[in-house]
């Protein structure tokens, strides 16, 4: 559930009207709803409720916005990192250093070392080399390093495959076969504390047996490792729950993912970490955009908004669908094509779509759009980076400023070679 309804004709964020937000600020614009990032945020911990040692670390790639995060700060939530610059806006946000996870397969020498200073509170380690410089690194600070091995349990997780992390030939974790041997060896290393093992499969997944089958695979580790003498006592178990895009197709709730959680991981008696990105943050946001022309088509007419594929890459993408409302729709229907201005085929939102039928200056939305989309935005054919917006009530505030040309060419520099 969301708080972006129909009033009076007209949609709204909370109690602001659509039009209010593309008058004062201009289109394309990011908004995003604080009461449905709590209401997300209260209904995913609520779903886990039967599990009494636990730990919520926001995957924050999928919304990196500060004041998202100060929001979810707010309810508890820790973060899940995957580079420094994800750790400064964690802190920036006020996320306490102990409640952050740092995941990702390429963290440099740099990042672990300012993470260490930082007190980050769990490494997830994803290759036995990286955890031999992070213990090296931690002992010549004096410090230990509290981590966990992310081991890649080779399960289909049944997703977009370029959103498939679990299985053996994605780049992913340590192979679920080599990974005792590897906890031998880095749980013997001074500066690093091993407490356990960690797993994601995938992003956007509808059905829960994957995931279930990947839990029940680090169950039978968990047991293996204590029989060799560890102690383990965190088990990491990922993001990775679907949001639906499109209404028809509903994926399982967060409820249904607790109790599945409840059953796969009854008796382990460790503390379990959650990293879940797309399910807190997508239906909190939306992108709102004004039609520039209706343009006929051979086939159908295209929409043309004044959002592209750098505001929004994930139809480019991922072929991926987000549902395209009018901000004042007529109760009239078309069959059209979306797309942006740039320069690209690949600059289309959809294709043959049931659209409500809109004209050259009206405003619409596109659904759905909280996760993985400001965080993924460029400025490519020298457009604007996409601004953002927060509404709270009958308030808003621009979250993030509209980038504008001017400020980007500031940042570069012509060398003394090309000067006349
Ligand atoms: N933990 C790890 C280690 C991850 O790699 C990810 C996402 C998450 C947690 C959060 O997953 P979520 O709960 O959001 O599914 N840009 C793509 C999604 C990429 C996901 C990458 N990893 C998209 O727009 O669909």
Avoid at 213 to 235: E, N, P, T
Avoid at 351 to 364: F, N, P, T
Wanted: charged residues 25%.
């Amino acid at each position: 559930m969301d708080h972006f309804n129909y009033r009076n004709g007209v949609l709204h964020a909370e109690d602001v009207p659509m039009s209010a937000i593309a008058d004062a600020v201009g289109t394309p614009v990011y908004v995003y709803s604080r009461a449905t990032l709590e209401r997300h945020a209260r209904v995913f911990r609520e779903a886990l409720g039967g599990i009494e040692r636990k730990h919520i670390a926001f995957a924050i790639k999928a919304n990196p916005n500060l004041a998202v995060l100060k929001v979810l700060a707010r309810q508890g939530f820790g973060a899940d990192i995957v580079s420094g610059g994800e750790m400064k806006r964690a802190l920036a946000a006020g996320m306490p250093a102990k409640d952050i996870v740092f995941s990702g397969v390429g963290k440099t020498v740099t990042e672990l070392r300012e993470a260490l200073e930082a007190g980050i509170g769990q490494f997830n380690i994803e290759l036995e080399e990286e955890g031999a410089v992070l213990a090296q690194i931690a002992a010549s600070l004096g410090k230990t390093a509290d981590a966990v091995l992310r081991v890649n349990p080779d399960v289909d997780a049944g997703t977009h495959a370029k959103i498939s992390t679990g299985k053996k030939e994605n780049k992913f974790g340590v192979p679920i076969d080599e990974a005792p041997g590897i906890f031998a060896r880095l749980s013997a290393l001074p500066g690093l504390n091993l407490r356990g093992i960690a797993a994601h499969i995938g992003s956007q997944i509808f059905d829960l047996g994957p995931i279930e089958a990947a839990y029940s695979k680090l169950g039978d580790m968990v047991r293996d490792l204590r029989a060799a003498g560890h102690v383990i006592d965190r088990v990491d178990l990922g993001g990775g729950l679907g949001v639906p895009y499109e209404r028809d197709k509903v994926p399982p709730s967060p409820a249904d993912y607790g109790s599945m959680v409840e059953r796969a991981t009854r008796g382990w008696d460790v503390t379990l970490y959650f990293e879940p990105g797309r399910v807190i943050v997508g239906n909190a946001g939306v992108l709102l955009t004004r039609v520039i022309w209706v343009k006929p088509g051979a086939v159908r007419p295209f929409i043309i908004v004044d959002a592209a594929m750098n505001d929004l890459a994930r139809p480019a993408m991922y072929d991926a669908w987000h549902d395209f409302e009018a901000v004042a729709p007529t109760g009239e229907r078309m069959v059209a094509n979306i797309a942006g201005p740039v320069c690209e085929s690949g600059d289309t939102f959809g294709i043959g779509r049931d659209i409500d039928v809109v004209k050259a200056g009206d405003l619409a939305v596109f659904r759905t759009a909280g996760a993985y989309g400001a965080t993924m935005a460029s400025t490519y054919n020298s457009r604007p980076l996409v601004p953002e917006v927060m509404v709270d009530g009958d308030k808003f505030a621009v979250v993030a400023d509209r980038v504008m040309p001017e400020t980007l060419i500031a940042a570069e520099r012509v060398p003394d070679f090309l000067r006349d």
